[in-house]
T-cell receptor, first 112, second 113 residues
Framework: NAGVTQTPKFQVLKTGQSMTLQCAQD?????MSWYRQDPGMGLRLIHY???????DQGEVPNGYNVSRSTTEDFPLRLLSAAPSQTSVYFC???????????FGPGTRLTVT | GQQLNQSPQSMFIQEGEDVSMNCTSS?????WLWYKQDPGEGPVLLIA?????ELTSNGRLTAQFGITRKDSFLNISASIPSDVGIYFC?????????????FGTGTRLTIIP
């Protein structure tokens, strides 16, 4: 199993550009989530999904959209990038909402 | 949003020393998790705790689920260079079906040569 994979690993965007961060898992996990990590802030939940077709907002959802059309994939979309979205983004998955989460390697995003 | 209080924020130790860190909250959690993050990588799960008072080991790592369910502790014995990294605690509590993981702000461990 590859576990949780994320692409790209690095990305630089200009303010106002849009892009999609990809996340996939091959563990047949129901629960997937997106976090952002900023210095001194730990990990903050952006959006999560408890199964295909179901998504919900986390702690910091503004400026981000998600969809979950399959169990395996959970892309994160930035519709109009802002410098405040410069961060490292991690995708995670787990068997269910009460089980431990496994993280991908992260995407480092810089918005200029 | 709430984040867990994790201390210390950073530690500078010599190889071979033991390490202790803790995580506290004003709220009760049903599950405590401890993760380690290496530079440029995602967090990796070290230990999961599911019951108040539980003490679980993973090699030189030992973690405990506090009896009040509001705290957790991680100890590393006889530290080695590969222990360097950031350690995060995370708590999970049921919220009418919307269980969400809450993270601490991390403890950065540095080993002084």
């Amino acid at each position: 199993n590859a576990g949780v994979t994320q692409t790209p690993k690095f990305q630089v965007l200009k303010t106002g550009q849009s892009m999609t961060l990809q996340c996939a898992q091959d563990m047949n996990h129901e629960y997937m989530s997106w976090y952002r990590q900023d210095p001194g802030m730990g990990l903050r939940l952006i959006h999560y999904s408890v199964g295909a077709g179901i998504t919900d907002q986390g702690e910091v959802p503004n400026g981000y959209n998600v969809s979950r059309s399959t169990t395996e994939d959970f892309p994160l979309r930035l519709l109009s990038a802002a410098p405040s979205q410069t961060s490292v983004y991690f995708c995670a998955s787990s068997r269910g909402t009460t089980f431990e989460q496994y993280f991908g390697p992260g995407t480092r995003l810089t918005v200029t | 949003g709430q984040q867990l209080n994790q201390s210390p924020q950073s530690m500078f130790i010599q190889e071979g020393e033991d390490v202790s860190m803790n995580c506290t909250s004003s709220s009760i959690f049903n599950t405590w998790l401890w993760y380690k993050q290496d530079p440029g990588e995602g967090p990796v799960l070290l230990i999961a705790l599911y019951k108040a008072g539980e003490l679980t080991s993973n090699g030189r790592l030992t973690a405990q689920f506090g009896i009040t369910r509001k705290d957790s502790f991680l100890n590393i014995s006889a530290s080695i260079p590969s222990d360097v990294g950031i350690y995060f605690c995370a708590g999970l509590r049921s919220n009418f079906g919307n269980e969400k993981l809450t993270f601490g702000t991390g403890t950065r461990l540095t080993i002084i040569p």
